[in-house]
């Protein structure tokens, strides 16, 4: 089955740019209607989604995060980056790599200075 592994900085300072990869073994990214989604969930709250890349390269965000995010992919290492600029404690999560029922570790990130 498919697995997903997240990796990234577990700490970034304010106003920096996060920078996550989740890298997929067992499967290809650009599977027909395979859809790579990005999901965090704060400290004592729920899961938020944050964007999502599509077997075809199309890209989705959330409206709330879309000024500040990037999700974009490497075919040839078969992995999905995320980006999200000037980053903010707000921003303090666990980020997940998902894939309908198939999920990451997910990947603490903490922002402080």
């Known amino acids: 089955q498919v697995q997903l592994q997240e990796s990234g900085p577990g700490l970034v300072k304010p106003s920096q740019t996060l920078s996550l990869t989740c890298t997929v073994s067992r499967g290809s990214i650009t599977t027909n209607y395979y859809y790579w989604h990005w999901i965090r969930q704060p400290p004592g709250k729920g899961l938020e989604w944050v964007g999502a890349m599509a077997y075809d390269g199309s890209t989705y965000y959330s409206p709330s995060l879309k000024s500040r995010t990037s999700v974009s992919r490497d075919t040839s290492k078969n992995r999905i980056t995320l980006q999200l600029n000037s980053v903010t404690p707000e921003d303090t999560a666990v980020y997940y790599c998902?894939?309908?029922?198939?999920w990451g570790q997910g990947t603490q990130v903490t922002v402080s200075s």
């Open positions: 998902t894939e309908n029922t198939y």
